[in-house]
């Protein structure tokens, strides 16, 4: 940790530094508090927006943990076979920037959108990094200019409430903002698209507390129902909160050489459910097995793609990808630079989350059906701005839309059979693009069922187990190690390891 402070610090005086020639200047002190705050904007916004992962192995990587594929290329990726090892929290070096863009912020006419942005950053910076790892400094970090390099670590059910009140204060603050300049995202600065994504990510963290409904202090069900009576949710038109590929920032498996992306096989888990709803985005994300080509098989075929049971032994795997049996990952992602956007909250997102609330009885009931046919039918549409090209004739269209709700895409009549429509769609929601949400789902419900092979496990603990978590970072045993054996022995029985349970999942 403290290094992490350290980097803080850092961060901090490069900041200041670099913007220290707007001060040098300041003749209209409103238009450069403006220009520093936007510039400032525009690293904040990326820093939690952007993939952090360093290269397109590492992209397959995250997706191989929830089992959407496997990966036949360079030996087996720990991820796939169960093993996560440390978190980190390098996140938390967005904190000095988010201080420094309120400092140029202050008094300009943009103070609230940009006040909006920073609690909006910190709640879903620290929301990512507690959902990894359980209880993580969080009263206590950002200290380091007074001296402060060994934070304490907040209580994981505190952390969650301090996140949810900073969602408020967002929702507030874009609520009285103005036009913002520095935003990268397609809501270019919008406060009332902010304020839209605020309340949906607000959504978005209550429900994944359901197994603490009841807790009161976090009050989960009466902020949901506050939430949503407000009314100020995210709508089909507003847009995803996200970010666009282009060829200044490219698509994480675009230009990758054709070995890496012909080893990346869909799995089974992914091509059968896709199937079992007869859905047309199988022909979006993948391609047919060359064996069933070979076989006489046309690619608009459904039964021409196949999935893999990536719990296999690595040399199981090879060895059918090598016969061709597998179906890969789709072209287009190797070919196109912004093959689609980075979707991270969207209106179809929100509308299965609100499907799962009115089931669970914590909305108005009998509205489920109608959020779920809205998630699904809006999820379904973004494929419409994909190449049409690489859908293999069987493109998505408004038509195929309007009849996609029949057999077993229908909508159940029994709970748990509607709870498991909704999971599985927002799993099939988020392949490509928010992998590691479609893994806290997963932690949360026990579905969909993700194959596990004790011969093939890494997760040397619980050979026929899903981890629960990372470990904590390695420098924390080194700068901060008092206050991490507290956290171990307050959540874990002392012991880092990565089948133990988190506050939320006990």
């Not at 609520?175 to 309340?199: E, H, I, L, M, S």
Request: aromatic share 12%.
């Amino acid at each position: 940790m403290k290094n992490i402070m350290k980097l803080l610090s850092i961060a901090a005086l490069i900041i200041i530094t670099g913007c220290s020639k707007f001060d040098d200047i300041n003749i209209n002190p409103d238009t450069t508090t403006q220009v520093s705050a936007s510039m400032v904007c525009t690293n904040v916004i990326l820093q939690i927006a952007k993939f952090g992962g360093s290269d397109s192995k590492s992209f397959i990587s995250e997706n191989a943990l929830p089992k959407y594929v496997g990966y036949a290329n360079e030996g087996q990726l720990d991820a796939q076979y169960n093993n996560l090892g440390n978190g980190s929290f390098g996140l938390m070096t967005i904190l000095p920037n988010i201080d420094k863009m309120l400092e140029y912020a202050a008094g300009s006419t943009m103070e609230n959108s940009y006040k909006g942005l920073a609690s909006f950053a910190r709640a879903f910076m620290f929301y990512k990094l507690s959902m990894e790892m359980g209880d993580i400094p969080y009263s206590d970090a950002n200290k380091a200019s007074s001296g402060s390099y060994r934070p304490q670590y907040d209580k994981q059910e505190d952390v969650f409430k301090a996140i949810l009140d900073e969602l408020n204060k967002a929702d507030g603050y874009f609520a009285n903002g103005q036009a913002f300049t520095g935003d990268p995202t397609p809501y270019n600065g919008d406060p009332a698209k902010w304020r839209r994504a605020t309340n949906a990510f607000a959504l978005k963290v209550l429900m994944s507390l359901s197994n603490k409904a009841d807790d009161n202090v976090l009050d989960i069900k009466n902020r949901f129902i506050t939430i949503v009576n407000k009314g100020f949710l995210l709508e089909s038109g507003t847009g995803y909160w996200g970010l666009q590929y282009s060829t200044q920032n490219k698509h994480p498996l675009s230009s990758t050489n054709d070995m890496f992306t012909s080893r990346t096989l869909l799995s089974s888990l992914t091509i059968d459910n896709l199937k079992k709803f007869n859905d047309r985005r199988m022909y979006y994300i993948a391609e047919p097995s060359l064996k069933q080509i070979a076989n006489g098989k046309t690619a608009n075929d459904s039964s021409a793609y196949v999935g893999l049971d990536v719990s296999v032994p690595y040399d199981t795997m090879n060895a059918g990808h090598s016969r061709n049996e597998y179906s890969v990952i789709n072209k287009r992602y190797l070919e196109e630079v912004a093959t689609e956007p980075r979707r991270l909250l969207t209106y179809a997102e929100q509308q299965l989350i609100l499907a799962e609330a009115s089931v669970r009885g914590w909305i108005t009931p009998g509205t489920a059906q109608v959020y779920y046919e809205q998630g699904v039918s809006d999820a379904l549409a973004a494929f419409m701005n994909v190449t049409s090209s690489y859908a293999h004739g069987m493109s998505i269209d408004q038509s195929y839309i309007n009849g996609y709700f029949t057999g077993e895409a229908a909508f159940k009549t029994l709970v748990q059979d509607q709870l498991q429509q909704i999971w599985m769609q927002r799993y099939l929601l988020n392949f490509m693009q928010d992998a590691e949400t479609s893994y806290f789902e997963y932690r949360r419900n026990a579905y969909p069922v993700f194959p596990v092979n004790p011969v093939s496990s890494l997760n040397v603990n619980n050979k026929n187990g899903i981890p629960m978590r990372w470990l904590y970072p390695t420098s924390e045993t080194n700068y901060n190690r008092e206050h991490l054996v507290d956290a171990l022995n307050r959540q874990y029985e002392g012991y880092d390891e990565i089948n133990k349970l988190m506050w939320l999942l006990k």
